[in-house]
């Protein structure tokens, strides 16, 4: 057995103290190696940059380590036991890293335990400590790690049955706040650290509702002992992350419920569907999951052309089941949904990228994006989470509401995630068309080979949505339900096709959009904009200006790019129609309207 010991041996200069024993060292010189990525988050992160120092011995003699990479490490021969001793520097505050300092402690596995290389499959016993002093003696601990002698909450021993077990259960410590609830038999508890005024009534019974939700859609939860979802709630923050038994969550404090709320917040709505998309990863991605992922080499990219189906699927079913569950109404649903289209329909990169070739550049395009991305790159999340839809209600059409998507997961559950079977690349489609007996080849040469907008008009008026594509009101327009079929017809302003944001008293252009004014104008990413019109551009006064431009003739705007000034001609335009309305048609057939309420159960 391989003993690892974690002490948060100096909050204030944000380090753990990792020791590592390892009972049977190779004979030929032990391997040891730290993952660069972590499963659920497809960028290289190099985690083991964070290693401030590291040493080992033998009995009483020193063992000489020999670096070989940036990650990977040779111990000198030896036939005693070895002992290996590191500090690692925690001071990323996010759900993919390691985070200490004297409020709190967090880590994912693969920030802090070393993989001993040809021993991944022997078992793992992890003492977690406190930090010293008498000042941290409140601190409690969750994580769903297996307790060997500590008790629920408490700091001691766990163990995990292997390598791969030791990593997919993050830790953290502190003075969080406590609460948990039931579900199938199966204790579900929730961990929120940071500052913040919850009505935790209201926040266990709509995550009751969701997590019951999702598993009436499978048809059982995967077996496990209890479920965590780690909280933490910062002023500013949004994120989340799976795990085999747990998620690891971000948000602001604002967003979670307070007793003074009456009605479903924004803020709250979204940390409601990003409870829900990580919930819905207990099934699609942890356990239905590519082939590819399957042990993977933590060192290097491992591509796949398939993460429209785990993270687009879930993308469209954490929103869908927040309407199932009645934690949100069917309107606020639309809306949810209408600014999900606006979003895709405002990069032009979907027009240029496949979302087969946009799950397989993950690792190198979208979570690596630059200031051209829009233009480049379209989402496996957010596109995928469309054609989520579209394979639903196509589905549901021409099988005449006998067969929908949730009989496709289903399936995949019970053939590939139940038996710990990984999906290849082909099935996901395969399994589609055998379950429901349609022919989907053309949809899915559309929907994932190519770069042509989705039929999402006819496919929602099937269901009874009607849908409207307009021009962008203002800049702060994203769509959402119209109440009536007039209500589209809103004042236009103009834009020149940029996003920007505050730089000091100065306002910078981050991203420049294909076909924009900007960009025909000679605009560029980085350019810091002085003045338009001759009138001082600041952070409050830009979009104020823009608005105010003429659409028939230039006008004069200072820009430095570097630290040359620039006097360029641009004239605004009015903006592209690119942002979509949805509301629900009053008056429609006893069949549209059987299947709308067979979509949304509500």
Same mark, same amino acid.
């Given at each position: 057995?391989?003993?690892?010991?974690?002490?948060?041996?100096?909050?204030?200069?944000?380090?753990?103290?990792?020791?590592?024993?390892?009972?049977?060292?190779?004979?030929?010189?032990?391997?040891?190696?730290?993952?660069?990525?972590?499963?659920?988050?497809?960028?290289?992160?190099?985690?083991?940059?964070?290693?401030?120092?590291?040493?080992?011995?033998?009995?009483?003699?020193?063992?000489?380590?020999?670096?070989?990479?940036?990650?990977?490490?040779?111990?000198?021969?030896?036939?005693?036991?070895?002992?290996?001793?590191?500090?690692?520097?925690?001071?990323?505050?996010?759900?993919?890293?390691?985070?200490?300092?004297?409020?709190?402690?967090?880590?994912?596995?693969?920030?802090?335990?070393?993989?001993?290389?040809?021993?991944?499959?022997?078992?793992?016993?992890?003492?977690?400590?406190?930090?010293?002093?008498?000042?941290?003696?409140?601190?409690?601990?969750?994580?769903?790690?297996?307790?060997? @002698?500590?008790?629920?909450?408490?700091?001691?021993?766990?163990?995990?049955?292997?390598?791969?077990?030791?990593?997919?259960?993050?830790?953290?410590?502190?003075?969080?706040?406590?609460?948990?609830?039931?579900?199938?038999?199966?204790?579900?508890?929730? #961990?929120?650290?940071?500052?913040?005024?919850c009505d935790y009534d209201r926040l266990l019974r709509d995550l009751k509702r969701i997590c019951q939700t999702e598993?009436?859609?499978?048809?059982?939860?995967?077996?496990?002992?209890?479920?965590?979802?780690?909280?933490?709630?910062?002023?500013?923050?949004?994120?989340?992350?799976?795990?085999?038994?747990?998620?690891?969550?971000?948000?602001?404090?604002?967003?979670?419920?307070?007793?003074?709320?009456?009605?479903?917040?924004?803020?709250?709505?979204?940390?409601?569907?990003?409870?829900?998309?990580?919930?819905?990863?207990?099934?699609?991605?942890?356990?239905?999951?590519?082939?590819?992922?399957?042990?993977?080499?933590?060192?290097?990219?491992?591509?796949?052309?398939l993460l429209w189906a785990f993270e687009g699927i879930t993308s469209y079913y954490d929103d869908l089941t927040l309407?199932?569950?009645?934690?949100?109404?069917?309107?606020?649903?639309?809306?949810?949904?209408?600014?999900?289209?606006?979003?895709?329909?405002?990069?032009?990169?979907?027009?240029?990228?496949?979302?087969?070739?946009?799950?397989?550049?993950?690792?190198?395009?979208?979570?690596?994006?630059?200031?051209?991305?829009?233009?480049?790159?379209?989402?496996?999340?957010?596109?995928?989470?469309?054609?989520?839809?579209?394979?639903?209600?196509?589905?549901?059409?021409?099988?005449?509401?006998?067969?929908?998507?949730?009989?496709?997961?289903?399936?995949?559950?019970?053939?590939?995630?139940?038996?710990?079977?990984?999906?290849?690349?082909?099935?996901?489609?395969?399994?589609?068309?055998?379950?429901?007996?349609?022919?989907?080849?053309?949809?899915?040469?559309?929907?994932?080979?190519?770069?042509?907008?989705?039929?999402?008009?006819?496919?929602?008026?099937?269901? @009874?949505?009607?849908?409207?594509?307009?021009?962008? #009101?203002?800049?702060?327009?994203?769509?959402?339900?119209?109440?009536?079929?007039?209500?589209g017809s809103k004042p236009l302003k103009p834009t020149l096709g940029v996003q920007h944001m505050a730089d000091g008293?100065?306002?910078?252009?981050?991203?420049?959009?294909?076909?924009? #004014?900007?960009?025909?104008?000679?605009?560029?990413?980085?350019?810091?904009?002085?003045?338009?019109?001759?009138?001082?551009?600041?952070?409050?006064?830009?979009?104020?200006?823009?608005?105010?431009?003429?659409?028939?003739?230039?006008?004069?705007?200072?820009?430095?790019?570097?630290?040359?000034?620039?006097?360029?001609?641009?004239?605004?335009?009015?903006?592209?129609?690119?942002?979509?309305?949805?509301?629900?048609? @009053?008056?429609?057939?006893?069949?549209?309207?059987?299947?709308?309420?067979?979509?949304?159960?509500?």
């Amino acid at each position: 057995m391989l003993s690892y010991s974690v002490i948060p041996s100096h909050p204030e200069a944000h380090l753990f103290t990792v020791t590592l024993e390892i009972p049977q060292p190779a004979p030929d010189g032990q391997l040891l190696t730290l993952p660069a990525w972590i499963p659920g988050s497809y960028m290289i992160r190099d985690f083991a940059r964070h290693i401030i120092t590291i040493s080992a011995s033998a009995g009483e003699e020193s063992v000489t380590l020999t670096k070989l990479d940036k990650q990977t490490w040779r111990c000198a021969p030896s036939n005693q036991p070895l002992v290996v001793s590191y500090d690692v520097y925690a001071w990323d505050l996010s759900v993919r890293g390691a985070h200490l300092d004297t409020t709190h402690g967090y880590f994912n596995g693969t920030c802090l335990f070393l993989r001993v290389v040809g021993q991944e499959d022997q078992p793992c016993r992890v003492e977690i400590s406190p930090p010293p002093g008498d000042q941290y003696k409140l601190w409690r601990l969750a994580t769903t790690l297996k307790g060997d @002698g500590a008790d629920h909450l408490e700091f001691g021993v766990y163990r995990a049955d292997n390598y791969a077990e030791l990593i997919d259960h993050p830790v953290e410590m502190g003075t969080f706040a406590y609460a948990d609830f039931d579900v199938e038999g199966t204790r579900h508890e929730i #961990a929120i650290t940071g500052k913040h005024d919850c009505d935790y009534d209201r926040l266990l019974r709509d995550l009751k509702r969701i997590c019951q939700t999702e598993i009436n859609l499978f048809g059982e939860l995967p077996s496990m002992p209890r479920y965590l979802f780690q909280v933490m709630a910062v002023g500013d923050g949004y994120g989340g992350l799976e795990h085999r038994s747990s998620t690891s969550l971000i948000c602001k404090r604002s967003d979670l419920p307070r007793v003074s709320d009456k009605e479903v917040t924004n803020g709250y709505r979204q940390f409601l569907g990003l409870c829900s998309h990580e919930y819905f990863h207990l099934w699609n991605v942890k356990r239905i999951t590519p082939k590819v992922f399957q042990d993977s080499d933590l060192s290097v990219e491992a591509h796949s052309q398939l993460l429209w189906a785990f993270e687009g699927i879930t993308s469209y079913y954490d929103d869908l089941t927040l309407a199932r569950s009645g934690c949100i109404s069917g309107e606020s649903y639309l809306e949810l949904l209408a600014q999900l289209i606006t979003r895709v329909l405002r990069i032009p990169g979907r027009f240029k990228q496949s979302i087969g070739d946009s799950s397989f550049d993950a690792w190198t395009k979208f979570y690596k994006q630059a200031e051209n991305a829009p233009n480049a790159i379209v989402s496996y999340y957010a596109k995928g989470a469309l054609i989520a839809l579209s394979l639903d209600l196509t589905i549901r059409q021409q099988s005449g509401g006998d067969k929908s998507l949730d009989d496709v997961m289903r399936r995949l559950w019970r053939e590939f995630g139940s038996q710990g079977v990984g999906v290849e690349e082909g099935d996901v489609e395969r399994i589609a068309i055998d379950e429901t007996g349609i022919d989907l080849s053309a949809f899915f040469d559309l929907a994932i080979r190519g770069t042509d907008d989705l039929p999402l008009q006819p496919l929602l008026a099937s269901v @009874g949505v009607g849908m409207a594509i307009r021009q962008a #009101a203002s800049a702060d327009d994203k769509g959402g339900v119209r109440k009536s079929v007039a209500d589209g017809s809103k004042p236009l302003k103009p834009t020149l096709g940029v996003q920007h944001m505050a730089d000091g008293k100065d306002v910078k252009l981050t991203m420049v959009l294909d076909g924009g #004014a900007a960009q025909k104008a000679g605009f560029s990413a980085g350019d810091v904009v002085m003045a338009i019109g001759g009138l001082r551009v600041t952070p409050d006064s830009f979009v104020q200006l823009v608005e105010g431009m003429p659409t028939d003739k230039p006008v004069i705007a200072h820009l430095f790019r570097r630290d040359e000034l620039l006097a360029l001609e641009v004239t605004a335009q009015y903006p592209a129609a690119n942002t979509c309305d949805l509301w629900f048609v @009053g008056d429609v057939s006893d069949d549209i309207a059987a299947a709308r309420k067979q979509w949304l159960k509500i």
